[in-house]
């Protein structure tokens, strides 16, 4: 359950309000659209795959940035509100659970993606070095599914809290994409310590 203290705080949300004026699920889409400024990672036609998408926010963005051409698959454990946008397919599904490429890629008649985006979060505890490693899990497993999914030179946006941990994923993604970079997205709560990864130009 929320606790006052959040709920305060997203009654003050400039970036809530200004989704719920714009047609968002959630104010996470204006951290795709920042990446999106900042590092052009989508084009008109591209093919997206969100984990841990729910409840829309940055499949909807995703959705307007590539056009009715291109196409959004959104994937989380819980059941999306169906989709108004005809180029988002969503897909009930655990990203931990083996099936998630077979999938994904069912629904993509085989192909790739352009970009795969990780905005997945665990049930936090309250415990942040709990909550921290969860996090980490998510993060890698994301990762992981990015190396079946993505296509070479495609680009990955996965969410992540500092850790030890981080460290050994950095590496990873720099011995599997071009560039890497960090995105502290102006839209993040004031109260979060998130980042995003963003890896460009998988290898293969």
């Given at each position: 359950m929320p606790t006052r203290r959040w709920i305060e705080e997203a009654k003050r949300d400039p970036y809530r309000r200004r989704a719920r004026e714009e047609g968002y699920r959630s104010r996470a889409a204006y951290k795709l659209e920042e990446a999106q400024r900042r590092f052009g990672l989508?084009?008109?036609?591209?093919?997206?795959v969100e984990l841990g998408a729910w409840p829309g926010g940055i499949a909807q963005a995703a959705s307007r940035i590539v056009g009715p051409e291109g196409l959004v698959v959104a994937v989380?454990?819980?059941?999306?509100?169906?989709?108004?946008e005809e180029n988002i397919i969503a897909l009930?599904?655990?990203?931990l659970e083996d099936n998630v490429v077979s999938e994904v890629l069912r629904v993509?008649?085989?192909?790739?993606?352009?970009?795969?985006?990780?905005?997945?979060?665990?049930?936090?505890?309250g415990i942040r070095d709990v909550d921290v490693i969860r996090q980490y899990e998510l993060t890698l497993r994301s990762y992981e599914i990015a190396g079946s999914l993505v296509?070479?030179?495609?680009?990955?946006?996965?969410?992540?809290?500092d850790c030890e941990e981080v460290m050994e994923l950095a590496e990873k993604l720099r011995r599997d994409y071009a560039v890497?970079?960090?995105?502290v997205p102006q839209a993040r709560r004031k109260t979060s310590s998130e980042f995003y990864f963003?890896?460009?130009?998988?290898r293969f």
């Open positions: 989508l084009k008109r036609g591209d093919i997206v989380d454990v819980r059941e999306f509100k169906p989709f108004e009930q599904l655990d990203i993509l008649g085989g192909k790739r993606a352009d970009l795969l985006i990780s905005d997945a979060s665990p049930r936090f505890t296509k070479r030179n495609g680009s990955v946006m996965l969410k992540a809290f890497v970079k960090r995105l963003i890896a460009m130009g998988k």
